[in-house]
Structures are given as C-alpha cells and as structure tokens.
Nanobody
Framework: QVQLVESGGGLVQAGGSLRLSCAAS????????MGWYRQAPGNQRELVAT???????NYAGSVKGRFTISRDNAKNTVDLQMSSLKPEDTAVYYC?????????WGQGTQVTVSS
C-alpha cells in the first residue's frame, strides 16, 4: 500500500514563502505522475502542479511563476516551493501519486496565508 505524508504547511503572511514536502513509503520511480492539489473551504479540490517521471511539469495558471514543483527519486519526495503567497492560496494541500491506473492521496497539510 502506498502511503504519502505531507509536511511543511503553516501560517505565513502574504508575500511570504513556504515549502511543502511529500514523502512516499516506497520508491517514487514507480509513479508515473506526482503532484499537488489543494482544496479551500467550500471549493472543489483543484490541481496546483504535477510532475512526471521524466520531470515534465504542469502548473495551474493561478500559481505559475510563483510555485515550483520538484521530485527527488533518491529521497522519494516531491516538494512544492511556494513563493509570493496570496491569501487566496489558503487551502489544504494534498499530495497525489499515480501508480498504474490508481491515484494515491496523502492526508493533506494546511496552508494559511494572512493578509
């Protein structure tokens, strides 16, 4: 069973930075795609950023230029560096990994950006 554990969330002022990390229980080389989604209260879960095994990346328009996703196959981690944070970035951030036809999700980590 794949387990994903997120860390690095917290409270930050607008304009600040945070780095989220997702640690997988096994080798992430097996995962064709990994990424981060977020869900704000009252909203649907939305894509933030994804990265393939070949390190191709995709970003939501709202975070492009501010967030950077990376993966470290040796450490089995996927990180999300978030800069120039805005109050509208406030949400629970979830890590996701795709193995075959299945998606595995972490428990989420809260990010709160104060104005």
């Amino acid at each position: 069973q794949v387990q994903l554990v997120e860390s690095g969330g917290g409270l930050v002022q607008a304009g600040g930075s945070l780095r989220l990390s997702c640690a997988a229980s096994g080798s992430i080389i097996l995962f064709s795609n990994m990424g981060w989604y977020r869900q704000a209260p009252g909203n649907q879960r939305e894509l933030v950023a994804t990265i393939t095994s070949g390190r191709s990346t995709n970003y939501a328009g709202s975070v492009k230029g501010r967030f950077t996703i990376s993966r470290d196959n040796a450490k089995n981690t996927v990180d999300l560096q978030m800069s120039s944070l805005k109050p509208e970035d406030t949400a629970v951030y979830y890590c996701v990994a795709t193995l075959g036809s299945r998606d595995f999700w972490g428990q989420g980590t809260q990010v709160t950006v104060s104005s």
